[in-house]
């Protein structure tokens, strides 16, 4: 079992939907979470980080941890054609970038 | 700030040869590291350093060497490229070790043949 499982997708939705990304993973130890946006043939960029349980909103971005459920979430309100990327969620036993697991990434695609 | 810089863009190898891969980053950033991305596979990390002279393994390091011997400069090294080596690989680089937002270069695509 992989220590991170993350759906690829595709996943397509019209514009102004609400987005739901998805990460589980398998280890109780991981205390850290991110989430990373990549866009096609560019590096990844950070976009949200939390070490505790609960939600972290950012603008239109939402993360949600539940430790309980080894489980976690990246809700998109609003969605925009420019929110058309991979979604890459990132976890870590402690603090330390060195230590974060990549997911595999799911691909979205608002459409217009 | 140019940010994280990676060239080349693109590079075909044959098998056995050798290259570097380069990356520079002017933000005068401690911690540099060095991932592939697979299909499938997610990221993972190969090397990393938390600053010049200091560098250690990661996940997959078999088949590339690193050396840092400036803040700015974090090379990759392929020995003797082999196909499974195929791939798009990302420097990146943070503030530090500890810190949690780290900055990626735009990635070199890399084919073995």
């Known amino acids: 079992q992989k220590e991170v499982e993350q759906d690829p997708g595709p996943l397509s939705v019209p514009e102004g939907a609400i987005v739901s990304l998805n990460c589980t993973y398998s280890?109780?130890?991981?205390?850290?979470f991110m989430w990373y946006r990549q866009y096609s043939r560019k590096g990844p960029e950070l976009l949200m980080y939390?070490?505790?349980?609960g939600n972290k909103e950012d603008g239109r971005f939402t993360a949600q941890v539940d430790k309980s459920s080894k489980y976690i979430s990246l809700f998109i309100r609003d969605s925009q054609p420019s929110d058309s990327a991979t979604y890459l969620c990132?976890?870590?036993?402690?603090?330390?970038?060195?230590?974060?697991?990549f997911g595999t990434g799911t691909r979205l695609k608002v459409l217009a | 700030n140019a940010g994280v810089t990676q060239t080349p863009k693109f590079q075909v190898l044959k098998t056995g040869q050798s290259m570097t891969l380069q990356c520079a980053q002017d933000?005068?950033?401690?911690?540099m590291s060095w991932y592939r991305q697979d299909p499938g596979m997610g990221l993972r990390l190969i090397h990393y350093?938390?600053?010049?002279?200091?560098?250690d393994q990661g996940e997959v390091p078999n088949g590339y060497n690193v050396s840092r011997s400036t803040t700015e400069d974090f090379p990759l090294r392929l020995l003797s490229a082999a196909p499974s080596q195929t791939s798009v690989y990302f420097c990146?680089?943070?503030?530090?070790?500890?810190?949690?937002?780290?900055?990626f270069g735009p990635g070199t695509r890399l084919l073995v043949l």
């Open positions: 990132a976890i870590s036993p402690s603090g330390g970038t060195y230590k974060y697991i």
């Open positions: 280890n109780s130890a991981f205390q850290y």
């Open positions: 939390t070490y505790s349980s």
């Open positions: 933000m005068n950033h401690e911690y």
């Open positions: 350093s938390v600053g010049a002279g200091i560098t």
């Open positions: 990146a680089s943070s503030y530090s070790a500890g810190e949690e937002t780290q900055y």
